[in-house]
């Protein structure tokens, strides 16, 4: 019979290991030593399945993805992702799943150069939760509490795409043109690399979640401000813009793209006058990036339509209860 460690063995003690890390797995504790200088930047995040991804989404997917939210955590305070710890509950041991898991989130690790340090295996439903910890230099991260008004407010990539997939899974459309949102909603790119040179030029950030409106609110409230937002500047991908021609009448469902989250993209505020240097930043990453509106002093979000109207999108977002 295979325990909890036998699978910890097999399926989660990889080779790469970071020179900070002084104890990863096998131990009651792991034991890391970061740099001088440097602080330790920490977030969690859990996924469950029918809850956070379909039921029916391979291993690899989910691996990838648990991986990603936290690492889009990280990029939103502009830190460089060192180790993580796994507690995976899992409701049988199922070796193929497992390996297809395992091989993905080794992957994705080795990519970032991150190291699994730790964590617990447990029988239940299927849940991943993941602790990522990153390090910045001392003082320098990008926060909530920092945008002022006459700020601009950038978006990385597009908007919506996770959430018309997800819609297209559960309204089973079978339609390969929506691909690229289904890859999105399962393998969402967190903006690391980016973030860590956007510290450069930005003070305040927050990666999408729960939703553009709800996730910039959390920067109006903590920076004590508001925010306009330009709807005709809300970047679209032209997989969303063929779903809202072909199963919505032609009309941009803006509820959805606006609040539905999943989106993991990084909005963040400059200073005016920064439009070349983000150009240029964006360019050296290959990174689509767009202003789409401006930090005001109201404390209220408004999403302006092309005629100069004010939408009302209150209440929106994604909920965790």
């Known amino acids: 019979m295979t325990g909890e460690f036998d699978i910890i063995k097999k399926y989660f003690t990889f ?3 970071r020179d900070d890390v002084v104890l990863a797995g096998g131990d009651d504790c792991a034991i890391v030593s970061p740099a001088e200088n440097k602080q330790i930047v920490v977030t969690a995040d859990t996924l469950i399945s ?33 180790w993580i710890t796994l507690a995976i509950s899992l409701p049988e041991v199922d070796d ?26 447990t029988k239940g439903d299927l849940s991943i939760t993941i602790q990522a ?19 601009s407010i950038y978006l990385t990539g597009d908007l919506g ?5 997800l819609k297209s899974i559960m ?11 289904i890859k999105k909603l399962n393998r969402p790119e967190a903006r690391v690399r980016f973030a860590e040179q956007l510290l450069k030029y930005s003070k305040c950030a927050i990666d999408v979640s729960d939703g ?23 970047p679209l991908s032209s997989s969303a813009r063929y779903y809202f021609k072909q199963y919505n009448n032609n009309l941009i469902d803006w509820a ?9 993209e990084l909005c963040f505020t400059l200073k005016q006058g920064s439009e070349s240097l983000i150009s240029r930043l964006a360019e050296e990453y290959d990174l689509k990036v767009t202003c789409i509106g401006e930090v005001i002093a109201e404390n209220e979000i408004l999403c302006m339509n092309a005629a100069g109207d004010a939408i009302d999108f209150k209440g929106s977002g994604f909920k965790h209860f």
């Not at 795409?161 to 997939?165: R, S």
């Open 212 to 234: 553009l409106l709800a996730d910039l609110a959390h920067i109006t409230d903590s920076s004590r401000c508001g925010a306009r937002i330009m709807l005709s500047d809300i």
């Open 133 to 151: 910890m990153g390090l910045s230099d001392i003082g320098k991260s990008l926060r909530r509490d920092s945008a002022v008004a006459g700020d």
């Open 15 to 17: 080779s790469q290991t």
């Open 171 to 181: 309204d089973k459309l079978d339609d390969d043109k929506l691909q690229p949102c």
């Open 256 to 264: 959805l793209v606006l609040t539905q989250g999943d989106d993991y």
């Open 50 to 82: 029918g809850v956070h991804f379909p039921e029916n989404t391979s291993p690899e997917d989910i691996a990838y993805k648990a991986l990603m939210v936290n690492l889009s955590d990280l990029a939103a305070m502009g830190a460089t992702p060192a």
């Open 161 to 165: 795409d996770a959430a018309i997939g």
């Open 96 to 121: 193929s799943w497992l390996r297809r898991f395992s091989n993905t989130l080794s992957a994705a690790l080795k990519r970032f150069n991150i190291s699994l340090i730790g964590g617990d295996t």
